[in-house]
């Protein structure tokens, strides 16, 4: 019912910016948690921050906890995840996800995913 596609990843400087989107197609719930992870090679898919899609009651991993805002809009079904003061260490393919879920940070609760945008952090 629900597709994603996620965008916005880039190429910055340690201490740079970026905004990333991912946009839904299809109806989305209010029951649905939608939430961004991210993955670098030989590494398990890692949370990163999700927000509840009918509440807006938010998560953050401690990694980008205060450098890191997770945002949704209603009305486009799109959700946002604008990353401050980036680090080296966020380098990484970023996916967002969507689902119905009781544990927000463990990925194989989602349903659906995007196809993964890259985000590259350079010191």
């Known amino acids: 019912q629900v597709q994603l596609v996620d965008s916005g990843g880039g190429s910055v400087q340690a201490g740079g910016s970026l905004r990333l989107s991912c946009a839904a197609s299809?109806?989305?719930?209010?029951?649905?948690?939608m939430a961004w992870f991210r993955q670098t090679p030989g590494k398990e898919r890692e949370f990163v921050a999700a927000?509840?899609?009918?509440?807006?009651?938010?998560y953050y991993a401690d990694s980008v906890k205060g450098r890191s805002t997770i945002s949704r809009d209603n009305a486009e079904n799109t959700v946002y995840l604008q990353m401050n003061s980036l680090k080296p260490e966020d380098t990484a393919v970023y996916y967002c996800?969507?689902?119905?879920?009781?544990?927000?940070?463990?990925?194989?609760?989602?349903?659906?995913w995007g196809q993964g945008t890259q985000v590259t952090v350079s010191s």
């Open positions: 927000i509840s899609w009918g509440s807006g009651t938010k």
């Open positions: 299809g109806r989305m719930s209010t029951t649905y948690t």
């Open positions: 996800a969507a689902g119905v879920v009781v544990l927000v940070t463990t990925p194989q609760r989602y349903l659906y």
